[in-house]
């Protein structure tokens, strides 16, 4: 068929291949590549004069995102926190084989007042057991949520009176710090 073409009807037919190929071509490959380079364009003209791009942003959102899933385990309930603290932490006790006591006249240090108002709030409990269900319980109360976190703890044989115990029983002193919503 092209051999039957006179030179003229060649050169007619060869610009428009190529006429189809550069249409071709640009609808798929430079036609994305220009909008994307008016769209730098306009986003570098919209941006303000001194505003550089943080090169730290991800590893700040990386730092947030760690702080907030570490306060999240230290949030306790505002409404009857202490009966559901002690309900809670007492179920805990009773399912690990351990015994709880509540004292309130336990020795707790004075309050900074800038914790109080911050919402921060620490409880003590006395547990007594055998070793393996004392560290049981304290596994268990790490990883109940919206009880707050362990913040202090002291295992000792003696009782509070300061005898000795004649059995294998263990005392352990805990204190649960949390920030209420």
Not at 10 to 16: E, Q, T
Not at 90 to 95: E, G, K, L
Not at 110 to 117: C, N, P, R
Not at 153 to 158: D, E, F, P, S, V
């Amino acid at each position: 068929m092209l051999a039957q073409l006179n030179l003229k009807n060649k050169k007619i037919v060869l610009v428009l291949l190529m006429l189809a190929v550069v249409y071709l071509a640009y609808q798929f490959s430079f036609e994305k590549a220009i909008s994307a380079f008016a769209l730098n364009r306009q986003l570098k003209a919209a941006q303000q004069p001194g505003q550089e791009p943080d090169a730290a942003f991800p590893q700040l959102e990386r730092k947030h995102a760690f702080y907030q899933s570490v306060l999240k385990g230290y949030k306790v309930r505002h409404e009857d926190r202490e009966n559901r603290l002690w309900q809670s932490v007492s179920a805990m006790a009773i399912a690990k084989n351990v015994e709880i006591n509540f004292s309130p006249n336990i020795s707790t240090a004075e309050k900074d007042t800038s914790e109080i108002a911050r919402g921060i709030v620490a409880q003590k409990f006395i547990f007594k057991g055998s070793y393996f269900n004392i560290v049981k319980l304290l596994d268990t109360l790490a990883k109940s949520p919206g009880i707050g976190k362990i913040d202090g703890a002291r295992l000792m044989k003696k009782t509070a009176n300061g005898n000795e115990e004649k059995t294998d029983k263990l005392s352990l002193e805990l204190q649960l710090v949390g920030k209420e919503n």
